[in-house]
């Protein structure tokens, strides 16, 4: 029998720890927190995949709580969002983008079902601010100061909150069930709220900003554009903020049979389909191709369903009057955008020119702020009252977002702007006061890339279907079109986030490591630099991209 090997000379201790393999590398296996790219394009700067994480883990409350710390609004943005998150999202490289939008949806009624409420800091910031409008923006702020402890008082011009939301979305997309209770959640935070509040003249709205320490305005965008070549003193022609007003308040405007609706954003789908449910006969015609209307592509298919007739790339050129009603003369274009959102140029088409008959025409196309009741002391750029990057305007402690200073024209976006205006305001009040401003932005990691996720994970899976009413239950009656996901289908979309940039703790950097370089810590993970010899095994099998090479200069 042959007498065992002997321990080589060099293993002291009998193990392999003495050997400092970690003097072989060029670089170095780090774990890193990273942004995933749906984090990066959402309005809100929402932390979407550790709310995911906290649903899949059927965390809900966790879930809603990390949604608020950007938006007050879950279950309203979850049913209405323009979703650029999921244009966005690594896993449409993949299969199909998550549908970041349904889970948001799922999580927010979660609350609202479970009666969950907003908490105010203690003790209370020092301050009291105004704030000039109750629609997305204007809420969105109020939420954000008063969960920071400052006193907030909100003025509305209408009857009721809301703005946009609830005066120019139709039911059908938002119910109103759903938008009463969140706004009503902010509410009972303690905001003081004055609606019917019109400010009619500079000297009222000097006065009020005399008031306060700080005035945040969020007026939004009320002054309808108008074609040139239409006679708006006629009773056949109608602004769609006008027509679905009447419309969402149940006093429908008396149009006549056959409508055409003028316009390709959301706001001419929503006047378009509100004109269905009376019953009116709809054609909608829309300057851009299909593809390029700025209304979500699933608005325009369930339009279609609908019955509605689209005519796109195409344009009013004037109208003349029948005893059988109204002939629009029409032809097509070659609509191409700017550079900007609402620059666009248009190439007529030479022999194109074709006629709508219809009884009235309803016009949608975009909005602009009226600036006139703030006076001297504003400076505004293209119709557009001007900010600096922390939305303060040029008259000292006034601070405006929203549609009044942006033509990104999407609740989400104006509740984005209202989150990081109320974050200027108690940065600006805690200056005054001879504190420090709050938390400056450090550098970020890049955007996590669908390369550096390890897709053998991740098996393959379908994207939850959207539930949609059937087409004549839709127009019968006043109920939302699009039907939410159920546990077991948030549950399953939710298993298929990617967790790009954030770390879920599957070891697979313990597990996989030759040297046995990596240690699990409370916490997460750290790597042993004296044995990490940089071969990036690591970082090749993490299923989350939360880990990188760095090169080590030595």
Not at 419 to 446: C, F, K, M, S, Y
Request: glycine share 12%; with cysteine.
């Amino acid at each position: 029998m042959n007498a065992p090997m002997p321990i080589p000379t060099t293993w002291t201790t009998g193990s392999t720890s003495a050997i400092k393999t970690g003097t072989w590398r060029a670089s170095l296996a780090t774990h890193i927190k990273a942004p995933a790219p749906c984090h990066g394009a959402c309005p809100v700067d929402g932390d979407i995949a550790e709310w995911i994480g906290l649903a899949r883990a059927r965390d809900f409350k966790g879930a809603w709580q990390v949604l608020a710390r950007h938006n007050p609004f879950p279950s309203i943005a979850g049913r209405i969002c323009h979703h650029p998150c999921e244009t966005a999202c690594n896993r449409g490289g993949y299969d199909e983008a998550l549908s970041i939008c349904k889970l948001e949806r799922f999580v927010g009624d979660q609350a609202l079902e479970q009666g969950w409420r907003f908490e105010v800091a203690t003790p209370p910031g020092a301050g009291h601010i105004g704030i000039v409008g109750g629609g997305p923006s204007g809420l969105s702020a109020a939420f954000q100061l008063r969960r920071m402890g400052y006193e907030v008082t909100l003025y509305e011009a209408q009857a009721e909150l809301g703005g946009l939301m609830r005066y120019g979305i139709p039911a059908y997309r938002l119910s109103r069930d759903v938008l009463e209770a969140e706004i009503a959640r902010i509410v009972a935070m303690g905001v003081t709220v004055h609606c019917g509040h019109r400010i009619g003249s500079t000297e009222e709205f000097t006065a009020l900003a005399a008031q306060h320490d700080a005035l945040y305005l969020a007026l939004g965008a009320a002054r309808n554009k108008r074609l040139p070549a239409l006679d708006y003193t006629q009773p056949w022609v109608c602004d769609g903020a006008a027509f679905l007003a009447a419309a969402n308040a149940g006093k429908p405007l008396a149009l006549g049979r056959r409508l055409l609706v003028i316009g390709g954003g959301s706001a001419a789908l929503d006047a378009a389909r509100s004109a269905r449910r009376l019953g009116r006969e709809v054609t909608l015609l829309a300057l851009e191709q299909r593809a390029q209307m700025p209304a979500q592509a699933e608005e325009v298919e369930e339009a279609l369903e609908e019955g509605i007739t689209l005519v796109d790339g195409a344009r009013l050129d004037a109208v003349s009057g029948a005893a059988s009603g109204l002939s629009v003369s029409c032809s097509k274009v070659l609509f191409v955008p700017g550079a900007q959102r609402g620059q666009f140029s248009l190439n007529p088409v030479d022999g194109s020119g074709f006629a709508i008959a219809c009884d009235a025409i309803v016009t949608s196309i975009g909005q602009d702020p009226d600036l006139s009741l703030l006076g001297e002391g504003f400076v505004a750029v293209g119709g557009l009252l001007k900010t600096d990057a922390q939305f303060a305007t040029s008259h000292a402690g006034v601070y405006a977002g929203g549609d009044m200073t942006s033509m990104a024209r999407f609740v989400t976006e104006a509740v984005g702007m209202g989150q990081r205006a109320a974050q200027a305001i108690a940065d600006e009040l805690r200056l005054r006061q001879g504190g420090a401003a709050g938390a400056q932005p450090t550098e970020r990691e890049p955007l996590v890339p669908l390369a550096a996720i390890s897709t053998f994970y991740h098996p393959t899976q379908a994207r939850a279907a959207t539930g949609l009413l059937d087409v004549q239950e839709r127009l019968s009656r006043e109920v939302e079109v699009q039907l939410g996901l159920d546990i077991e289908q948030a549950l399953s979309e939710s298993e298929r986030c990617f967790s790009c940039g954030t770390c879920i703790f599957c070891d697979n950097c313990v597990v996989y490591c030759p040297d046995m370089a990596v240690k699990r810590v409370e916490g997460g993970y750290t790597v042993l630099l004296d044995y990490c010899k940089g071969c990036g095994l690591c970082v090749k099998e993490c299923p989350t991209g939360s880990m990188k090479m760095q090169e080590e200069l030595r």
